[in-house]
Every structure is written in structure tokens, then in C-alpha cells.
């Protein structure tokens, strides 16, 4: 294998970006796979993460591109989140397409902004482009992304802003005592974090735009508008004309996007081929650790064992083959789920998700009036009762927010764990109400997007809603299943937000993001109620503010309804035993 460092590559505008090209020794024509980065090119070889190295690909008789994107590593030009990347994505296709010893066809490859920077170039249909296998990316960079339903992001943004590309971005253009200041702030993220207001958010430098402007436009667009609509995905499925291998975690940041980017091509991609292709791999991962047996991961993720490995180099390698090189090598080829369901601990397969025959089942909140805590008496039951309170009460007070434990969280351990957790600490707070059911006499599988139906009610101009589905062992282990949120005024539109009036009672939608678990029996289903979900989640102040400009903070006085008139319920996916099929018992394999 050879390799040449910093090849130049010219933009439409003249912009000149810098790749390593690593050819194989073959003197055979062979496909390019592509890499566009901005966490520094050199990386890929040094540190590979989900990946493998560029070099073990090139082993494979492929020629391996790893190219900085525009402003970032030794790439000339300005650095902007998306803003080029579509473009430039078209650009460095076609370039590489004619790499010496390439055969014209390229497919790019990456996980989470390198996955985006996949679906963007995708969107511009580069001719000579016939793949992509993005990971843990999303499809949407306004909604599960910088925000989830209208609350911003906060642990995943400003340390993914500091370490990574306002670091970059600033050593990029000579200031090197900045990009080192920069780095040593996301280390110690904890400490920024709480900060207030964040359009005055020192670390990033609000006075020079040049060195995180995207940061600032992100909490000057709150809601989904005209600035989000230029980087969709979503809405450009007709423009991708290619089939798509991904992989996500069931505690990804970016898992909804996944399993829409999944749906969309399926139904509105630009080919037959494409909508005919797609294949979707979703394993019991995070973000950080993503199933590598030598990673940092959740406690329990440790006790599932090598079943839960990830499959991505040696799937990678076999879809290109078949796809590129036209190889018969049994990759099935879709459309096509593998999914892993926790509590089972085993893989299965299906054509579409949510999977075709899941019924969607109401679980109703009810309790005496003191669900209080996992010591209140709050209850999960498939009928609903009329017996008991008709409400439960608790104050969400901003300055002591309920403490993230886990979750589908991104993007650095330093601001919070990430994954499958314990909440048992958690469940002792007064401001989380606990609503339980009584031990399953068999089996129960919940596998799909679960909805909370929350009727509730607030003294505050505006606040937030959060649910959390758990898994509880016999032995009283509460482990999270996933989660959501949404702030009061976007319940009805991510677009046009509609204020509240205090003190009365509207209906909310919570989306808890998609899971796959295998209740036991003696296990119990749990559902979590609050108003905050700190750090993953700046907190909401509950004044009304906008949020770049909130400052000061109000308590909020909450009240969640389940009487007659208000069934509050989480809808929960069922799979039968006969839907869920038999499983297997590796990582995918073909």
C-alpha cells in the first residue's frame, strides 16, 4: 500500500481541501471510499473509533480518501456547521472518482457529523457516488439534533463546540493558544455548563464569530425555520439515489434520525435501487462506546457480552463488495432491520420499523395522589382505574434540575454519562413522579417508539415535560430504556410555538425514542415523569424568555392529570412472540 499526505483538491469557488489517499497494491481498477471529516484527517489512522483504519480498508483493494472539510485541519477556507458540505460533498466525489487507479464509482463512509457530512453530499446526487454507510447520524440538524422538540441539547453542543470544532476551527487559522484554550474548556465542560445566558457564552467567544458562529445562530433559531430548512435531509430522500448501510444504538443521540433517514429512502428515495437497498443495523450502543469490547460503556452494556459487538468493519466490507464489485457474498440486501433486543439479548431481523403486526398498547398513570418517587404510590395499569387521585404534584425548580442518568445523551463523557444506567438514585427526588406496574406475569416485548399522552398543567409562561421508560428487576434495579422531552410552547409545531396559558390543562405528546426490550417476567414497567433532564437538556427557566437571552429562573408549579377526563397513558409497542420471530444469538453477519 502507498500513501500520499495533503492532496490538494479544488472547490467550484477555488477553495482548495487537503485529503491522504491510500492506494492498494493492485494494479487492478478498484472502487474509492470516501471519508470527509472535520475531526482532523490524521485521526482516522491514528485513533479509528467505530471504523476501522483507512489502511485496513485499502487492504481490502480499495482506495481510501480521507479528506478535511472546508476550515477544518489543513483545508483552506472558513469553517461553517453543514453550510458547505453539500457542495463540497459533490466536489470531492467527483474528484475522487478519478483518482489514479480508481474505477469511477465511490462510496463514502463515517459516523455522526462524518455521517452527515455522507447524507449532504448524498442529497446533491454526485453521479459518480454509488453507496454511503453513515453511523449514529441523524437526518434533521434542527430536531434531534441541536434540539429535541423544542429544548436545546445543552451536553451534547457546547463540549461537541469547544473540544472538537471551534478547537479546530481555531488552530485552523494560526490561533493555536486559542484552539489549546478551547480543547482544556470542553475537557472541563462541568464547570461551563451551567452558564447563563448562553448567547454571552464566554469560552466561545461571543465578540468573534469567527471562531463558533454556528453556535450562536443555533439559539438565535429556536424554532425550525428557513436557517434549518438549507442542511435537511428529511426533505431531500428523492435526491438520494443510492443504497445506504446504517448503524446506530438503541442510546444513540441521533437514533430517530436514523430510523427516518431508513424510512424516508425506503419510501421517497431517488431510485428504485436505492428504496429497494436500505438496510438499517441498531444495536444496544451509544454514541461513544458503540460496542467495541475495549470501549468505556454503560455498566450493564459490559454484562450482555460479545453478543452485542459491533459488526460495522466486516459488514462494511461485505456491502461494498457486493455493491461495488458486484460480488454474490450472501449480503442481504433489504430493506431490511437488525435489531437488538435488550433483556432477550438476542438479534432479530425485520422488514420495516416500527414492524409490521406491533400493537400499540395504553399503559394509564394513576396513583392516591403521591407518585412521588419510586417510594410514592404511582401506578402503571392496562385498564384504566377510577379509583384513586385525579392528579399528582410536584415543583420543578431550574436551579436544582433532576440529574441526567444515561440516555440517548452525545456526545462526551466529560458532560454526563451516557447509556444504560441505574435510577434508582434518580427515582428518590420528589420532583420525578414514579408510575409502576405490578410484576409481569409473563414476558412482554416492547419493541418501536413509545408516546407518553401527558395531560398536564403549569403556573409558568412556559416549561418542559420529561418521560423516561424503565425496565425494574426483581431485585429493585431500575435501568432506563430511553426518553424524552418537549417544551410547552412547541407542542403543537417545531415551527410556529404557541405560548401557554398558566393554569391550564393541555394535552402533550411526548416522543420516548425507539427501544427494543424484552420485559421479563417479574420484571416491572416504569415510567418516569418530570420537567427537567439535566445536563442532556438546558433546563427550561419557565419565564418565557427566549432561550440565547434567559437569565434568571422562576420555579414552576406542575400538575400531571389522570382522571376520567385526562387519561394520561404511555403507549407502549408490542411485539407477539410469533411477530418477534425466533432471533439469533451473533452480531449480523451478512
Known amino acids: 500500500?502507498?500513501?500520499?499526505?495533503?492532496?490538494?483538491?479544488?472547490?467550484?469557488?477555488?477553495?482548495?481541501?487537503?485529503?491522504?489517499?491510500?492506494?492498494?497494491?493492485?494494479?487492478?481498477?478498484?472502487?474509492?471510499?470516501?471519508?470527509?471529516?472535520?475531526?482532523?484527517?490524521?485521526?482516522?489512522?491514528?485513533?479509528?473509533?467505530?471504523?476501522?483504519?483507512?489502511?485496513?480498508?485499502a487492504s481490502h483493494c480499495y482506495i481510501v480518501a480521507i479528506q478535511d472539510i472546508r476550515g477544518q485541519g489543513k483545508s483552506g477556507g472558513v469553517f461553517y456547521e453543514y453550510r458547505y458540505d453539500r457542495d463540497d460533498g459533490y466536489d470531492t466525489v467527483q474528484w475522487a472518482a478519478t483518482l489514479p487507479g480508481a474505477d469511477g464509482q465511490v462510496a463514502m463512509y463515517g459516523s455522526s457529523y462524518v455521517g452527515a457530512t455522507q447524507w449532504l453530499a448524498a442529497t446533491a446526487s454526485p453521479p459518480a457516488l454509488k453507496a454511503i454507510i453513515p453511523s449514529n447520524t441523524g437526518d434533521d440538524y434542527y430536531d434531534g439534533w441541536s434540539y429535541e422538540?423544542?429544548?436545546?441539547?445543552?451536553?451534547?453542543?457546547?463540549?461537541?463546540?469547544?473540544?472538537?470544532?471551534?478547537?479546530?476551527?481555531?488552530?485552523?487559522?494560526?490561533?493555536?493558544?486559542?484552539?489549546?484554550?478551547?480543547?482544556?474548556?470542553?475537557?472541563?465542560?462541568?464547570?461551563?455548563?451551567?452558564?447563563?445566558?448562553?448567547?454571552?457564552?464566554?469560552?466561545?467567544?461571543?465578540?468573534?464569530?469567527?471562531?463558533?458562529?454556528?453556535?450562536?445562530?443555533?439559539?438565535?433559531?429556536?424554532?425550525?425555520?428557513?436557517?434549518?430548512?438549507?442542511?435537511?435531509?428529511?426533505?431531500?430522500?428523492?435526491?438520494?439515489?443510492?443504497?445506504?448501510?446504517?448503524?446506530?444504538?438503541?442510546?444513540?443521540?441521533?437514533?430517530?434520525?436514523?430510523?427516518?433517514?431508513?424510512?424516508?429512502?425506503?419510501?421517497?428515495?431517488?431510485?428504485?435501487e436505492a428504496r429497494a437497498h436500505q438496510r438499517l443495523i441498531i444495536g444496544p450502543w451509544e454514541h461513544i462506546g458503540w460496542g467495541r469490547p475495549d470501549a468505556i460503556v454503560s455498566p450493564r452494556l459490559k454484562d450482555i457480552g460479545p453478543v452485542a459487538n459491533s459488526p460495522v468493519n466486516a459488514l462494511t466490507v461485505q456491502f461494498m463488495d457486493h455493491v461495488l464489485k458486484g460480488k454474490e457474498n450472501g449480503f442481504a440486501d433489504g430493506p431490511r432491520v437488525d435489531y437488538f433486543t435488550m433483556g432477550e439479548n438476542r438479534w432479530h431481523v425485520a422488514r420495516s420499523f416500527p414492524i409490521e403486526g406491533t400493537q400499540y398498547v395504553p399503559w394509564y398513570l394513576g396513583s392516591a395522589g403521591r407518585a412521588n418517587s419510586s417510594m410514592g404510590d404511582g401506578v402503571l395499569t392496562q385498564k384504566f382505574s377510577k379509583q384513586g387521585s385525579s392528579s399528582d404534584q410536584f415543583v420543578y425548580d431550574p436551579?436544582?434540575?433532576?440529574?441526567?442518568?444515561?440516555?440517548?445523551?452525545?456526545?462526551?463523557?466529560?458532560?454526563?454519562?451516557?447509556?444504560?444506567?441505574?435510577?434508582?438514585?434518580?427515582?428518590?427526588?420528589?420532583?420525578?413522579?414514579?408510575?409502576?406496574?405490578?410484576?409481569?406475569?409473563?414476558?412482554?416485548?416492547?419493541?418501536?417508539?413509545?408516546?407518553?399522552?401527558?395531560?398536564?398543567?403549569?403556573?409558568a409562561k412556559d416549561t418542559d415535560f420529561t418521560a423516561k421508560l424503565v425496565d425494574v428487576a426483581p431485585d429493585g434495579r431500575s435501568i432506563n430504556l430511553n426518553n424524552g422531552i418537549i417544551r410547552a410552547r412547541y407542542r403543537e409545531s417545531l415551527s410556529n410555538p404557541v405560548p401557554i396559558i398558566p393554569g391550564k390543562v393541555y394535552e402533550y405528546h411526548i416522543k420516548v425514542w425507539p427501544t427494543s426490550n424484552l420485559f421479563q417476567a417479574g420484571h416491572r414497567?416504569?415510567?418516569?415523569?418530570?420537567?427537567?433532564?439535566?445536563?442532556?437538556?438546558?433546563?427550561?427557566?419557565?419565564?418565557?424568555?427566549?432561550?440565547?437571552?434567559?437569565?434568571?429562573?422562576?420555579?414552576?408549579?406542575?400538575?400531571?392529570?389522570?382522571?376520567?377526563?385526562?387519561?394520561?397513558?404511555v403507549v407502549l409497542p408490542i411485539l407477539s412472540e410469533t411477530v418477534a420471530g425466533e432471533g439469533y444469538d451473533h452480531p449480523p453477519q451478512n
Open 399 to 459: 436551579s436544582n434540575p433532576v440529574p441526567s442518568a444515561g440516555g440517548h445523551s452525545c456526545c462526551s463523557w466529560t458532560s454526563g454519562p451516557q447509556g444504560q444506567f441505574d435510577q434508582s438514585p434518580v427515582e428518590q427526588r420528589p420532583d420525578v413522579l414514579v408510575y409502576t406496574s405490578a410484576p409481569l406475569k409473563s414476558p412482554v416485548n416492547v419493541t418501536g417508539p413509545v408516546t407518553v399522552d401527558l395531560f398536564a398543567a403549569t403556573d
Open 525 to 569: 414497567i416504569r415510567l418516569e415523569i418530570s420537567s427537567s433532564d439535566y445536563p442532556q437538556f438546558a433546563p427550561n427557566p419557565n419565564t418565557g424568555e427566549t432561550l440565547g437571552d434567559a437569565h434568571g429562573a422562576v420555579r414552576a408549579n406542575q400538575t400531571i392529570w389522570h382522571d376520567a377526563t385526562h387519561q394520561s397513558s
Open 149 to 272: 422538540d423544542g429544548a436545546f441539547r445543552l451536553a451534547f453542543i457546547e463540549p461537541w463546540m469547544l473540544e472538537t470544532i471551534a478547537s479546530s476551527a481555531a488552530a485552523n487559522r494560526g490561533d493555536e493558544a486559542l484552539s489549546k484554550q478551547l480543547f482544556a474548556d470542553g475537557k472541563n465542560a462541568s464547570i461551563w455548563l451551567p452558564y447563563t445566558p448562553y448567547s454571552r457564552f464566554p469560552p466561545l467567544h461571543p465578540e468573534d464569530p469567527k471562531v463558533a458562529p454556528y453556535f450562536y445562530d443555533t439559539l438565535a433559531h429556536p424554532s425550525r425555520d428557513g436557517f434549518w430548512e438549507a442542511f435537511q435531509i428529511r426533505t431531500h430522500y428523492d435526491r438520494v439515489k443510492v443504497p445506504v448501510l446504517a448503524f446506530d444504538g438503541w442510546y444513540d443521540s441521533f437514533l430517530n434520525g436514523a430510523v427516518n433517514n431508513f424510512n424516508g429512502m425506503r419510501t421517497g428515495g431517488g431510485s428504485a
Open 1 to 57: 500500500m502507498s500513501k500520499q499526505i495533503d492532496v490538494p483538491v479544488k472547490m467550484r469557488d477555488g477553495t482548495i481541501l487537503r485529503a491522504d489517499v491510500y492506494t492498494p497494491d493492485t494494479k487492478e481498477k478498484v472502487p474509492v471510499l470516501l471519508m470527509r471529516t472535520q475531526y482532523g484527517k490524521s485521526a482516522a489512522q491514528i485513533q479509528p473509533s467505530r471504523y476501522q483504519s483507512p489502511d485496513w480498508f
